[in-house]
């Protein structure tokens, strides 16, 4: 007998019918709020040597949030695949196909598991454990600021020395849980930081403070959502006016910027309609300051020399909008602090166009190797932020 289940960590399906492994069907679960879908995380057992096919039918349903003035970009399910892997940690690429309706994947398991996902999954074991092992490094200060709708902590990592003219630096992620990318990308970069060997590391923090935060949306990765926290909000469009009953996270992270100041801000997203890793200042914020756009393209080619997997010239997908949302976090933190430097980034869920890598992907290794080349970036315009800058 073959068993489809998404009662793990970060599990999201719903079985429709499994009785016949070649016509496996399935259905995405909606966030709270109704309207995001699209993550799914779910185990099969007692495949193994049959040729599955795997159909998530209402895979159409995504496409009906997709960003405005997208249409020359693939979409979410084109030129992609599943996610599988048999340990959880190594994950491989099954290629998928889009029907205008289902996404469908075939797949002949090689052992009695194997699980399956849209990217990675990056679980609350190994956050708990990567944040509680961080923490007692002589470099960092864990702090909790707040918790979640359901309660969950919302942790905070100081990293380094707070003193008097050091430019004050965030990281902040998942506020989407789905975009799991994140948690490998911060791991990268809190190593190399907390690696007293290493100069890049010992110079950077010379001069700046990294405040970290690595799961803006706990709730969210905890019950496997797409999107939405536990109240059916997307935080990522809360900040200009967060609350404690409907946005928690939010309030509790915008208000602990407000305490602390902020030079730099770098929020992680991932994109799955994107073929690069993109990232892009708070231009269009109503206090943007000119010379912020000079401070980033030194830090974008900063970063791509870095890291050949950071790619110049990638504009913005579908235009720029003439008028900034500030309830979407890197555009308030960019109004807000307006000597600040305040960048979006967005990583892949398929491959990349430059250096691609057709059996996995995108992969956790990958973030990881990205996140470990971005303290250079920061290096290299540390100096230019803030009460560096003598602004």
């Known amino acids: 007998m073959i068993s489809v289940s998404s009662k793990i960590t970060s599990g999201s399906i719903d079985v429709v019918d499994a009785s016949d492994p ?28 049959q040729a599955c ?40 690429r099954v290629p998928g196909t889009f029907d205008g309706t289902s996404f469908i994947f075939e797949h002949q ?7 399956y996902a849209a ?27 707040g918790e979640s709708v359901e309660g969950r902590p919302i942790d905070m990592l ?5 003193d008097t003219g050091k430019a004050k630096c965030w990281i902040i992620a998942r506020q989407h849980a789905s975009e799991t990318q994140g948690g490998y990308f911060l791991e990268g970069i809190i190593d190399r930081l907390l690696d007293e060997t290493d100069p890049t590391a010992r110079a950077l923090l010379a001069s700046a403070v990294i405040y970290v935060v690595p799961n803006v949306n706990p709730d969210g990765s905890a019950n496997g959502l797409t999107r939405a926290n536990a109240t059916g909000a997307n935080l990522n469009r809360e900040w200009d006016s967060p609350s404690l009953e409907k946005s928690p996270e939010v309030f509790h992270v915008s208000s602990k910027m407000e305490e602390i100041g902020l030079d730099f801000c770098i929020d992680c997203h991932a994109d799955k309609e994107l073929n690069c890793n993109f990232i ?45 949302n500030l309830g979407m976090g890197w555009n308030w933190i960019g109004n807000r602090f307006p000597h600040s430097l305040s960048v979006l980034l967005e990583q892949p869920f398929k491959d990349t166009t430059e250096f691609p890598t057709p059996e996995t992907g995108w992969s956790p290794d990958r973030a990881y190797n990205f996140g470990r080349s971005f303290p250079e970036a920061l290096r290299a315009v540390v100096g230019r932020l803030g009460t560096n800058a003598g602004q």
């Open 119 to 145: 990217w990675p999954p990056y679980g609350a074991e190994r956050e708990h454990r990567y944040i509680a092992e961080a923490q007692t490094s002589p470099l960092v200060k864990l702090e909790t600021i």
């Open 22 to 49: 070649a016509d496996i069907r399935l259905a995405l679960r909606k966030d709270p709020d109704g309207v995001f879908l699209g993550w799914y995380h779910f185990r099969v057992s007692g495949a193994a040597g």
């Open 280 to 324: 892009w200042p708070s231009e269009n914020v109503p206090s943007w300051k000119p010379e912020r756009r000079d401070i980033f393209t030194r830090f974008e080619e900063a970063w791509a020399a870095a890291s050949p997997d950071y790619e110049l010239g990638h504009p913005y997908p579908g235009g720029c909008p003439a008028e900034a």
């Open 158 to 162: 100081t990293i380094g020395t707070p």
């Open 109 to 115: 398991p090689e052992h009695d598991l194997c699980f």
């Open 53 to 92: 096919r795997f159909s998530l039918t209402n895979a159409s349903d995504v496409l009906s949030w997709r960003l405005a003035n997208r249409e020359d970009y693939d979409n979410a399910w084109q030129n992609t695949g599943a996610m599988a892997s048999y340990d959880g940690d190594y994950w491989f």
